[in-house]
């Protein structure tokens, strides 16, 4: 590589901001994405994502379920400039249920939004959601939602936030007026105040009008008085921005806003650009850090297959870590060895597709037709490199499954291969008699996610069957060996060829252990 490739690699990498947006249903993650591309720029009008969703020209049927019930089970990924910063912004999955879907997304970005309803605060179904951005580390902003309306206090949603997940809201903005009568934010480092108008329907951008501390104190009286006080007090505990708690994911720089007025999307969006870290270089699997202008190399995080009924195809979506890729160029999958080309990469937003030909650092590539593929698999162009493998979520939710026809068992296999591949869920195959798969998954929907697609795609309608088992840790040959023959305790093979102990109840797991200090139980995340 030369030394112009090299600079513009590093140079591209710099500009990249890859993060995702993630809420509790319903608190505004859909309005806040469109709204970030208004302010950006990249569409003129609010309503075009909404208008979007209403077109099934090239949607498959998945999608359709996607529409009947008003969730998002797709991942998209969404380029735009800013400021002369390239935002990637990829979308997670919205379901209340969560799945081992959105952490995958999580692993391939540099930071979070944590949209969270003014009203309702930190929701308990999606929790594990925010604990998961905690673990791995990753910087948060928080944007508190539909300050338009009445809700919690302030001060009452800063102490919530802290207790619930441990990362502490460092306030950048602060509201004057209480949720409901909100008159509009000071800015805590510049005293400003900025008041909160309505626009039509949010469909353009808010004028925000900054005032200096003296007009707002005379215009906006007690409400004012009150924010100034919160705001020492605020200053008095220390719940400031600094960069670099921020970015080990102790503190959380937080906004407050509404974004169907376009109220605080600025400042959002403003600080993506300026807090949110470019993509930094990632460890492999030897420790070593592969520098951002290392040879071309990615990881794929997500697949999704059957995107257009119109023509069976397969998707795997690549983070670039390293180097530049540029479409038609020969990758190697670290798994297998193989290399395949990448004449029809594309990058992705909903079900509109356009071609990429080139990608940095912290880009998102989609690659088409790459069957072969599996989650965590590593790609590179020239130095080999393979990435850590994704800890594997603990599943809580155990189920047999068979054909209802036997006719379609062939049909039933290849969805069973597909879906297990794309990580829809785990399925775990008896060592030794019966020979229905079980499924494991962290969540109901993903039984949902299942048997929709089990039938819509593969055309094998599928019934599940209840199972005894409630707990699972990973074992070693040796140790299955030796609990096999308990009996309530069961060994299963996950497809791939990981051994999986499962248990009739917690107290049941704890006595084994208790019993057989010998046995090593790993842990998989949220088994804890
Ligand atoms: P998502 O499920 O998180 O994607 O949420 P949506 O963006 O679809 O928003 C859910 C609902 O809340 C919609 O009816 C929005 O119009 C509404 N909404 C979003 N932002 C605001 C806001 O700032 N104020 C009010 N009052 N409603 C909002």
């Known amino acids: 590589m030369d030394e112009s490739e090299r600079l513009e690699i590093l140079t591209e990498a710099s500009r990249r901001r890859t993060f995702a947006i993630i809420s509790h249903p319903d608190a505004g993650k859909t ?3 469109e709204k970030f591309l208004l302010y950006a720029g990249a569409i003129a009008e609010a309503g075009a994502v909404k208008a979007r969703t209403g077109r099934r020209d090239t949607r498959s049927d998945w999608m359709a379920m996607e529409q009947e019930r008003g969730i998002s089970v797709t991942s998209t990924a969404l380029q735009f400039e800013y400021r002369g910063a390239w935002i990637n912004l990829l979308d997670t999955p919205g379901h209340r249920d969560f799945s081992e879907d959105t952490y995958r997304v999580l692993t391939a970005v540099d930071a979070v939004v944590m949209v969270l309803d003014t009203a309702k605060g930190i929701e308990t179904q999606t929790l594990k959601l925010f604990e998961v951005c905690r673990s791995l580390g990753l910087p948060m902003l928080t944007y508190l939602n539909k300050f338009d309306r009445p809700g919690k206090a302030p001060l009452e949603l800063l102490d919530e936030i802290e207790d619930k997940i441990g990362v502490r809201p460092t306030p950048m903005t602060w509201p004057v007026g209480i949720p409901g009568e909100f008159r509009g934010v ?7 105040f900025t008041r909160f108008e309505r626009s039509v329907r949010g469909r353009t951008m808010a004028t925000e009008v900054p005032l200096d501390a003296s007009v707002a104190a005379a215009e906006e009286g007690p409400a004012w008085e009150n924010a100034v006080d919160e705001c020492a007090l605020l200053e008095a505990v220390g719940a400031t921005h600094d960069q670099a708690s921020f970015l080990s994911g102790k503190t959380s720089p937080l906004f407050v806003g509404s974004a169907m007025n376009n109220f605080g999307v600025r400042a959002l969006l403003d600080a993506v650009v300026d807090l949110v870290p470019s993509p930094s ?12 202008d290392a040879p071309l190399a990615g990881f794929v995080f997500k697949i999704q ?18 180097g530049r890729f540029v479409r038609g160029v020969t990758l190697t999958h670290a798994v297998t060895g193989r290399t395949f080309s990448t004449k029809y990469a594309s990058s992705l937003f909903g079900a509109d597709r356009s071609t990429i030909e080139v990608a940095y650092p912290g880009d998102v590539v989609g690659l088409v037709n790459a069957g072969e593929l599996r989650i965590g698999d590593a790609l590179y162009a020239r130095n080999p490199v393979v990435f850590p493998s994704f800890p594997q979520f603990a599943p809580e939710i155990f189920r047999r499954v068979r054909v209802k026809d036997p006719g379609r068992a062939k049909q039933f296999r290849r969805g069973l291969e597909q879906l297990e591949r794309e990580g829809v869920l785990q399925v775990l195959y008896e060592l030794d008699g ?18 929709y697609r089990m039938e819509h795609e593969f055309g094998a309608v599928v019934e599940f069957l209840p199972t005894p088992y409630r707990v ?10 030796l609990l096999g023959r308990i009996p309530g305790v069961r060994v299963l093979r996950r497809g791939d060829d990981t051994l999986l102990v499962l248990f009739e109840s917690q107290v049941r797991l704890q006595t084994v252990e208790r019993d057989h200090p010998e046995v090593d139980f790993g842990m998989l995340l949220g088994s804890g």
């Open 31 to 33: 309005t806040l994405t």
């Open 186 to 192: 000071i800015d805590r480092v510049t005293g400003v």
């Open 281 to 292: 270089p990632r460890r492999s699997i030897d420790g070593e850090l592969r520098p951002l």
């Open 305 to 322: 297959a059957n995107m257009d009924p119109s023509h069976r195809d397969h998707v795997a979506f690549v983070r670039i870590c390293s």
């Open 434 to 451: 019966d020979p229905l798969p079980v499924l494991a998954a962290v969540g109901e929907m993903q039984f949902e996610v299942f048997h």
């Open 472 to 481: 699972a840790r990973v074992i070693s040959s040796d140790g299955a060996a």
